[in-house]
Each structure stands twice: as C-alpha cells, then as structure tokens.
C-alpha cells in the first residue's frame, strides 16, 4: 500500500496496528457498547461494497443526516473507500435546506439516522432528481415504508457482504485508486450571509491539518473524545473523525442529545472541543447549584475559587509560585476542584479547545483555574477548523494564539485577516466566481476578519472588516470588539459602541434586568421597572466602574488605546429584535440605530449632560406606547490618552 | 363534553398490522358493589390489533370494566373469553401471565425507585430463577437478570426516557411519570394492553407525543389496546371502535363515526330536554 495519504488507507493501517483498540463506542440499551478499529474495518468494507453494489460510483456524492452514531461516521469512510465524496448535513436543518444542499452537491444517495430524517427526505424527493436512494439506520417506524429506493444500513451492508464474496479484489482496487489529492469531504458553511456554500476539502488539506493538530497537541491513541456536536460541522468532522483516524484516538457517540452531560461524565473525555456557550452553561449550572448548597460547601466553594483565581492559571501554565500556595491549591483539588471536575466529566481533560466566537475572559479563566487546559483557537471551514491554535503555557484570554504549523498568517493594509495552510480548501462547489473572490491564486484566503499581531506574535481578532471604522485620528475603531469587551460584564446585556469618523468614543449601554436587579434588590434599591432602574444614580455608578475597567483593558494595548470610551449613556430600554434594533440573532444593526437614536448620538459628543427621550415601545401583544425619560450622560475616566499628530 | 359533535372522525391512517380476529369476548358482564350496580349487562368483543376504547361520562363504569377485565373485580354475572380461554373469574395474577397489563388513572409507581427499577418489575413475573441466585447476582440469576434488562432498554429506547433512566420517579414532572408507568406495562409484553386515561391532565404537547406512542406500540408490537379517555379528539383519532357506556348499561359501540353520529350517545353527554 502507499502512503497513508487517505482515510481509507489510514484505517486499514489502524486496523492492522490498532486491531484490538476501541475505535467508536456508542451508548445504546444503556450500556456502551464498542467496536474495535479492526471490527470497523469490517463494518465499513460491507457497507462500501453495500453501495458500490446499488450503483454508487467513484465521485458521486454521499448525503449523511443524524446524530452523532457510527454507522453514520462509517458510511462517510465507506463512501470514501469507493472514491464518493461524504456531505455531512446539519441534522436538525429543515427539508427546505436539505434540499439546497443535496441539489447543490448533487447527491445521490443520503444515509441518514431515523424516520424523521426519511421523512424530510421524502418530502423534497421531487425536487431533487438526483436523489435515488435512501437509506436509515434505526429502523423504528420504518416498517411501512414501501418505497423500494429506501433500505436499511443492514440491508445495505448485507448486500455488501455478497458483493465483497463475489468481487474479492473491488475494495483494495478501489481503495488504492484514491489519494491525497482527491475530494475527501464536502461541508457546507453554515450560511449567516446568504445561501450556503459547499467547501470542497481535498484529503491532503484534511489529513495535514489534521496530523499536524495532532503532533502540536500530543494527541494518541489512548485519547478519548466526546461526539456531540453536529456532523455537517467541520469542526466535529476534524475532532471526532480526522484526528481520530490519525490518532487513533477513540470516540464516544452519546445515546441521545439529552443525555451528553451524563454520558460524558461517564466517558470523562481527555480531548473536548465546545463553543463558548457549552462552557458558560456548564458554569451557570455550577453557580446554581452552589447557591442549593449548605452553607459550608458554599465557603468553601468561595475560598477555594479565590485560591484557584490567585494561582491556578500559573500552575497550568508552568509559572514559579510559591510553595504556601501550591499547598493550599492541592488541598483545594482534594476538596473543590477534583470533585467538581469529576460531576461535570472533565476530571480527564488534558486539552479542550474553543472557538466560534469571544469567550468572556471570567468564563476562560474559571476553568483554566480548575486546572483544565482549555485553548482558543482561530480559523474557519476553509481552512479545514484552525490557522491559529494557542500553544500551551501562552494562553491569553484575548487573543487566538499563534499561527499553526504550516500556516502562514497575514494582516492587510486594510487591516484583514488572511492566510495560507495545507488545510485551505480547494473550492466552493460549483462557484468558481466565489472561489477567486475568497482565495488567490497564490493560496491566500481572505476571512473577512479584522485582526492584527500583538508583539508576542498572537494573534487578535478584533471584528469583522466591513464594521471596522477609523476615528478622526486615524485610530481604527472596531465597535464589536468594545462591545463584546462590555457584554463581558454581567451587569451589561448590550452595548453599542460609536467613534466612527468621530474624536471620541462613544457607547450606549443596557442594563442585565435580571443581573441588576438581583444587585439592586441586595441593595434595597427600590425601582419600579426598566427605565427607572436604568436611572438610578447607583446603577450608573455600577456600570461606571465596568466602562473604567474596560478603558483600563484598552489602555494596555496601544492599538487600540485610544478607543477609551468617553462618554456613555444607561439607555432607557432593552434593545429587542422586536423594535428592529437586533437581528434574530441578537447582532446589533448598527444602521438602524444611527437612524433610529440620532438625537442621543449627537448629546453624547455635543457635552450636554442629559437628554430627553421620548420612544415607542411595542409590547408583546402588539400594543404601542410611549415613555419618556431623562437620560444621563456620564463621563469615564481615560487613561494614556495619546494626542493626535496634527 | 360538547366537543363530541365537532370531532371529526378520521380513521387511523397506514397501519402496517391487519385487524385480526376477536381476542377479548367480555358477556353479559354485571358488577354490583352491594345494592349499587356498577356494571349492567354489558357485552361487546375486541379484536386482535385494535386500538379499542371505552368513552362514557363520569362514573359509567369505565374502570369498573378494566378492573373486571384484568381480574381485580370480579363480576356477579356474566364471563370473559380471552385468548381462547373463557373463565366467570379471573385473580390479577392470572390476567397478568395471560399477558394484559395495565395502567393506572391515578399513577402507580414506585416513588423512591429509579425509571428503570419501575420498569424492571413490569418483568416480574417472568422471572423464573430463585430469590437467592438474584440476590447474589450469580449464574442463572445474573444471566436472567442480563436478558430482562436487555427487553427493558428496548422499551425505554421506544418510549424516549433514556436521559432519565436512573432518576427515581418522584422527582419526574407527572407527564413522564405517566410515560413510566406505560413504560412498566410494555415491558411486560403484553398481548393486550389496558390504558386508563393516560392523557389525562397533560398539556397539548405531552397528549401529541401519548397518541403518537399508543399508535407505534400498536403498529411495532402489535399489541391490542384498551383505551380510556375523556379526550374525545383523542379517542376518535385513533380508535378503531369505540364502545360507549352511561350508568353502567352500554348504549352502543362501532366506528368512531357511527359512535359520533348516534342520537342516544348525544343524548347521554349532552342531556336531554324533557
């Protein structure tokens, strides 16, 4: 055999030298039941046979829809034996977005999990002509499904097993005809701007990104990883099938959505990969838990965090501390950190990543504190996950780390992220215009992410290029990233930050109802809603301290020193998709706002010191009234204030 | 119960299993506590595969009857022919090793026990191995014990209550709870299956996923079910007959259409204007 250049290849490696590891567990009857890299062999070499046997041809397209199981995991392989191309779906996509995505892949056949994917499949079945054969894994409900295009996997696999008997040498022949320079997968984008986009990612970019995750992190075959985030994600596709091919690593499908949190507690996974969501749950449900918790716990809990906050980043990281501390930090794994490791499944942890969006530097660092190696990393489905990992004992809250091996990063003059990677894909599908638009002919590929260097060589993602502005003294000005850096905050729910073409910044503020109010009623403030909380002269003093802290932040970083918040005002409503100031999404329209507040705009640079507003506000059941209120602007303090260079 | 003339009667659509032959013969059934007659002379007969429910309004005699057909009453008059074997008394044990099992209006579940402890003892009496090879957990015991658990996770994959598994059934919100106890009785494999308003007190959203459960288990496993209801879209939707009973007597029984449609079943929810 040659080199081990595709996933087919790889895993008849691993069967040979891993044969008796686990490779795939999946809990089903309650128990987890495993498959060892040889028996998966077995399983994929049938099913592969099963669909060469139905008529699936080199370069035809696999659409997979499900949960995370393995046999779904299995046909992406076994499609891949026979030279198909496996396209992943998201499983909980409505049939209409099925539907673009198997026409536009021109997919022929679909694995998918269960009936309710059968029947969105059934569903648009006419529109997509190409569509000729179905099949499902769990056959509940399926017994009056007459249809002859849809089969069982067993059926399939059945069918294979004849096939393999009569045409012995098929799977070897057609295994080796691939290589790395074939199309291993096709994934779509998850199509925020627009309809989505089929990345075409060839086995080299795969299989390098990949292998060179793995060297960098120290990724083995003793690994075991969680899969529980969607298949049509290329993320999942790298952590819970790439690196898992070439580590040899195994993974834990959970039995169903609602059970992760126990099944993961059971596997205790050494590799974890979650959005920043996942961890802010997982902390929330900590802290609601400790408030049930008896009153000695809850000390204990307070004294042991204070220690973990002191100390136990530099721990992680290596750094000199002293031997009292080291002491107490032990004394406190005894007693807080191991057990709270071990009830929410992360006792083996040895590397969990993030990404996807800014993860508040509180949440990053409670458990970084626990002793947990969680990293940042930066990239995107084109560029097969990551450009930018954070190597260990250099992790910073802010920033995304440094670029990856074989990945080289560049800012722009503009300001632009771009980059160049084994892992950069080779196409958009069938979007030849689309392709150029994003990657140059040299490799480049362009994010649309506005970032720069810090002097440490980490890299920082600041916003999006098109909403970065510049002010009159030609600091650039990104609005997100000061926003995000004030959402941080408990206490602010929303902020929407001003400088564009301006001297100064400015910034509306809105108050955490829930968070401030809890603050207020432990004060015995007294308020009568909203808009009179969001008055009260103590709350603005709250939320003072906040912006201070933030111009502090800023004014570390001379980038971005001079975007200190000025002047800010607590406004007297929530922003609300409802009144059209956020999308669905909760992302501030920053256009609608200009047009919507220009008075409050003007008052936050014309150094008045309150303004009237008077604003509808359309309640739920479709009434409309009006308030009115006096809103204060407040002044915060700014530190190292560079003056312009006229 | 004005919704009995709104309802729209649509019959069970694409069943995989064919309606069988009659499976349950109940005669001349009449149950009287002392000088109150309960039951009245009520005769009707179900089918294999049916999905057949008792309607009437409060106190007609509803449980009374499912208490008389799972061997708890036994009735002063009349007999039961089930599964070929007609007997004018049944003991509770002897419905349950015939394969009826029930559930209960008022839930009945082991409180402090875990869902799949609950669901474990609708196995009860199939296990054959002695108290001490169980206790001890060891040979024929063990085994036995392996294969129960096996039929068990089959019911609670079917009824979706894996992620709460080992949560005892106390702290469940009542929806679940009743899912339990429907779990418990499947797990009896029943050929006959004995329903006592498992909607009740549900909201919408809870009853939809009840009736689609009623159906598969019927369409996955065959089994016949007596139905309870007050839920008069809910007995129409999926009944194959209804049999309606007022003060113990029964007025009538067919179709859910021919139910829906019959002057005296009107009459008995509705009242009548003298």
């Known amino acids: ?646 | 119960m004005a919704e009995i003339e709104i309802q729209t009667a649509a019959a069970p659509a694409g069943r995989a299993r064919q309606i069988g032959d009659i499976i349950l013969e109940v005669e001349d059934i009449t149950l009287t506590f002392g000088g109150l007659t309960a039951i009245d002379n009520v005769s009707f007969n179900v089918r294999e595969h049916e999905i057949f429910s008792i309607i009437g309004p409060n106190g007609a005699g509803k449980s009374s009857m499912l208490n008389v057909i799972n061997g708890v009453y036994h009735p002063q008059k009349g007999q039961i022919t089930f599964n070929g074997k007609t007997r004018k008394q049944m003991k509770a044990h002897h419905s349950a090793a015939e394969g009826i099992a029930r559930t209960f209006q008022n839930i009945a579940l082991f409180k402090g026990m875990t869902v799949l402890d609950n669901v474990m003892t609708g196995r009860n009496k199939m296990m054959k191995s002695n108290f001490l090879t169980q206790a001890i957990y060891w040979g024929k015991g063990r085994r036995e014990e392996m294969e129960h658990r096996r039929k068990v996770e089959d019911v609670i994959d079917f009824l979706e209550i894996q992620s709460i598994r080992k949560t005892p059934v106390g702290r469940l919100p009542y929806g679940l709870q009743k899912r339990v106890e429907l779990a418990r009785a499947l797990a009896a494999e029943p050929k006959l299956l004995l329903l006592d308003e498992p909607m009740a007190g549900m909201n919408v959203e809870e009853k939809e996923d009840m009736c689609r459960f009623v159906l598969d288990i019927n369409d996955e496993y065959g089994t016949t079910i007596i139905l309870i209801e007050h839920d008069m879209g809910v007995v129409m939707d999926l009944s194959d007959r209804v049999v309606v009973l007022n003060y113990g007597g029964k007025i009538t029984d067919g179709t859910p259409d021919e139910v829906c449609n019959n002057q005296a079943v009107i009459d008995a929810y509705l009242g009548v204007t003298e």
């Not at chain 1, 070499?45 to 080199?58: E, I, S």
């Not at chain 1, 990949?210 to 969680?226: I, K, M, P």
């Not at chain 1, 918790?293 to 100390?311: E, L, N, P, R, T």
């Not at chain 1, 808009?531 to 301290?545: F, G, H, K, R, S």
Request: hydrophobic share 40%; glycine share 8%.
């Open chain 1, 1 to 646: 055999m040659s080199a081990l250049d595709t996933f087919p290849k790889i895993l008849l490696d691993n069967a040979n030298k891993l044969a008796s590891n686990p490779a795939i567990r999946e809990k089903d009857y309650g128990i987890w039941q495993s498959w060892t890299w040889s028996e998966v062999a077995t399983e994929i070499r049938k099913f592969a046979c099963g669909l060469a046997a139905k008529g699936f041809k080199r370069g035809d397209k696999l659409a997979i829809a499900g949960d995370n199981r393995p046999k779904l995991y299995w046909a992406m392989t076994a499609a891949q034996c026979i030279g198909g191309v496996p396209v992943p779906m998201y499983q909980d996509a409505i049939a209409d977005e099925f539907a673009h995505v198997i026409e536009n892949a021109d997919a022929t056949f679909a694995v998918v999990e269960d009936q309710e994917q059968v029947d969105k499949l059934l569903e648009i079945k006419d529109r997509c002509q190409l569509l000729s054969e179905i099949i499902y894994e769990d056959p509940r409900g399926m017994t009056h499904y007459y249809q002859p295009f849809i089969s069982s996997y067993e059926g399939i696999q059945e069918l294979g097993a004849k096939f393999d008997q009569e045409n012995p040498d098929f799977f070897m022949e057609e295994v080796n005809k691939s290589s790395g320079g074939d199309t291993a997968i096709l994934l779509y984008t998850s199509g925020t701007t627009g309809r989505s986009k089929g990345v075409v990612l060839t086995f080299d970019n795969v299989i390098i990104t990949a292998r060179n995750g793995v060297e960098r992190e120290g990724l083995n075959s003793h690994d075991e990883a969680l899969a529980y985030l969607p298949m049509g994600w290329v993320g999942d596709n790298l952590f819970s099938y790439a690196q898992a091919y070439v580590a040899g690593y195994c993974v834990n499908c959970p039995e169903s959505g609602e059970t992760v949190i126990n099944d993961m507690r059971e596997i205790g996974p050494t590799y974890y990969f979650a959005p920043p969501p996942v961890y802010e749950n997982i902390l929330t449900q900590v802290k609601i838990r400790m408030e049930d918790a008896s009153w000695i716990s809850q000390k204990m809990f307070d004294y042991f965090m204070g220690v973990a906050k002191k100390v136990g980043t530099d721990i992680l990281d290596k750094k000199p501390v002293s031997f009292a501390d080291r002491l107490l930090y032990k004394l406190g794994d005894i007693f807080l950190y191991g057990p709270l490791k071990n009830v929410l499944g992360l006792s083996r942890i040895r590397l969990a990543y993030t990404a996807g969006e800014a993860i508040g530097p509180d949440l990053f660092l409670f458990f970084r504190s626990l002793g947990i190696n969680i990293k940042q990393l930066y990239g995107q489905t084109e560029a097969m996950v990551f450009v930018c990992i954070q190597p260990n004992g250099e992790v910073y809250p802010d920033t995304v780390g440094t670029p990856a091996k074989d990945a080289e990063v560049k800012i722009t003059e503009e300001g632009e992220v771009i980059y160049r990677s084994p892992g950069v894909f080779h196409s958009y599908y069938k979007e030849p215009e689309k392709t150029l638009e994003t990657k140059t002919d040299e490799g480049w590929v362009y994010t649309g992410d506005a970032g720069y260097f810090l002097e440490n060589g980490h890299l920082k993602i600041i916003d999006r290029v098109k909403d970065v502005g510049k002010m009159n003294d030609g600091t650039m000005f990104p609005p997100k990233y000061l926003e995000n850096k004030l959402k941080f905050f408990p206490y602010i729910k929303e902020a929407v930050a001003f400088g564009h073409q301006k001297d100064y910044v400015t910034a509306f503020v809105c108050i955490d109802m829930q968070a401030v109010g809890n603050w207020a009623e432990r004060r015995n403030l007294a308020y009568s809603g909203y808009t009179n909380l969001a008055a009260q002269p103590p709350v603005y003093e709250l939320i003072l301290d906040c912006i201070n802290q933030v111009n502090r932040d800023l004014s570390e970083d001379p980038q971005l020193c001079n975007t200190q918040i000025n002047r800010f005002l607590l406004l007297h409503k929530e922003l609300d998709a409802d009144d059209g100031e956020l999308t669905r999404t909760r992302k501030v329209r920053r256009n609608f706002i200009d047009e919507k507040y220009p008075n409050l705009i003007n008052a936050l640079y014309d150094g008045s010191e309150k303004i009237k507003v008077q604003a509808q506000v359309k309640f739920e059941d479709g009434r409309v009234d009006t308030i009115e209120a006096d809103l204060k602007i407040v002044e915060a303090q700014r530190v190292n204030i560079k003056e312009a260079e006229n």
